[in-house]
């Protein structure tokens, strides 16, 4: 008999699996479940990109395209990232195009940390940084954000773990699962202690489109400094209601995109093509389809924290992606306990905030990319079982 635990990688055996899935898990074994828990857009793809999609395929565009990805996107990555966020990236040399933001951000890991490199990874946040640094070789050092600091990583966080070995910070904004924006004075901040340091950043922008602050999205690279030593992540899932399609992208220097690039030619080769294509026609003629989610999902997002501050759980307004993360500390219950016992008790599937790290302990995660009739039955759900459990 064959001992798996001696002949698989030690490293991937001490990776737990989602805490996300896990609620996926259960609520698919019962019936009449409300969840808000998948943080994936409700609405279809906008006809003109799938229209964009479909001609690619009824003309053959079937074949591999560049390893870099076909030179009409990398243009309109290019002039969109200009005119939206005042950051200019050569097409050449500066952008590739990737399966997905998941494998940029992992490809750019692997490109940046070598075995003892220490990684910033401010948490709760998305649940890949840690185990793809993991595998890197990398050490994560977690920065434990804080809701009195609307979750954002400030300059004194930094300082603090700060060390010889650190290579790499990551900067998840707007923030899955917080809805934590960074306005430019923050980032200004930052730079101001990065700025005498070799550190790299890793800055996810991944919701670029979905931040409802007043100065709007504020990408890191656009700030003195930064520029030289981001890479910016970005793609289509989010803003362009694009998850199946899988398709993002990087930016940056081209001394580590090149580096980037190796990693992609030989794992991946090339993004999908028709999907390419796809993609540029979203980013030529989907602004106002994208402004129009944007409106919905405002309306929704004021809708559901409204509603769970109503039912007594604590809910900051979440300024960017579209989740809420209530807190859930005056229940007395963990956050595993409470989302445990809401989906057993009232058929609703949220996400504990554990999921996205420790300090997401006393938090909850809820998506509002649902309908508000579909929002308001889980909320409703929700009040009552706090209402029951404060009468116990």
Not at 66 to 71: A, E, P, R
Not at 87 to 112: C, Q, T, W
Not at 335 to 344: A, G, H
Request: proline share 5%; glycine share 8%; aromatic share 8%.
């Amino acid at each position: 008999m064959i001992d798996y635990s001696k002949v698989l990688n030690s490293t991937v055996q001490e990776i737990k699996p989602s805490g996300i899935r896990k609620f996926f898990d259960i609520a698919a074994t019962m019936d009449d479940v409300i969840s808000l828990g998948v943080g994936e857009p409700d609405f279809k793809t906008p006809w003109q990109i799938r229209k964009a999609g479909i001609n690619a395929l009824e003309r053959g565009k079937t074949r591999y395209t560049s390893n870099w990805g076909l030179s009409a996107l990398r243009d309109e990555i290019s002039v969109y990232y200009e005119r939206k966020y005042g950051v200019k990236y050569s097409p050449e040399d500066e952008i590739l195009v990737s399966v997905g933001g998941s494998e940029a951000i992992d490809n750019a890991i692997r490109a940046i940390v070598q075995r003892g490199d220490e990684v910033i990874i401010p948490q709760p946040s998305y649940v890949c940084y840690e185990p793809m640094t993991m595998l890197a070789g990398g050490t994560p050092v977690i920065i434990e954000t804080r809701a009195e600091d609307d979750f954002k990583v400030t300059p004194e966080l930094l300082k603090n773990v700060i060390t010889p070995k650190t290579k790499l910070l990551i900067l998840p904004y707007p923030c899955n699962p917080t809805g934590a924006i960074m306005e430019r004075k923050d980032i200004e901040a930052l730079s101001q202690v990065l700025k005498s340091t070799n550190i790299l950043v890793i800055s996810d922008e991944i919701y670029s489109e979905l931040n409802f602050g007043d100065e709007g999205h504020v990408a890191v690279a656009s700030v003195d400094g930064m520029r030289e030593r981001t890479v910016t992540v970005n793609g289509f899932s989010k803003s362009f209601s694009m998850t199946g399609w899988r398709l993002g992208y990087a930016c940056g220097p081209n001394e580590i995109i090149g580096q980037i690039t190796k990693i992609h030619q030989f794992g991946i080769m090339s993004a999908p093509t028709m999907s390419q294509y796809a993609a540029i026609e979203a980013l030529r003629s989907c602004d106002e389809a994208v402004e129009s989610m944007k409106e919905e999902y405002n309306r929704r997002r004021r809708f559901i924290v409204n509603g769970f501050n109503k039912a007594g759980l604590i809910c900051r307004e979440p300024k960017g992606a579209f989740y809420a993360f209530p807190c859930i500390k005056s229940t007395g219950m963990t956050s595993d306990e409470f989302c445990e016992k809401l989906i057993e008790t009232k058929r609703v599937a949220l996400v504990p905030g554990t999921a996205f790290g420790k300090g997401g302990e006393g938090f909850v995660r809820a998506s509002y990319c649902y309908s508000v009739e579909h929002i308001t039955e889980a909320l409703n759900r929700v009040e009552e079982f706090v209402s029951e459990l404060k009468n116990r």
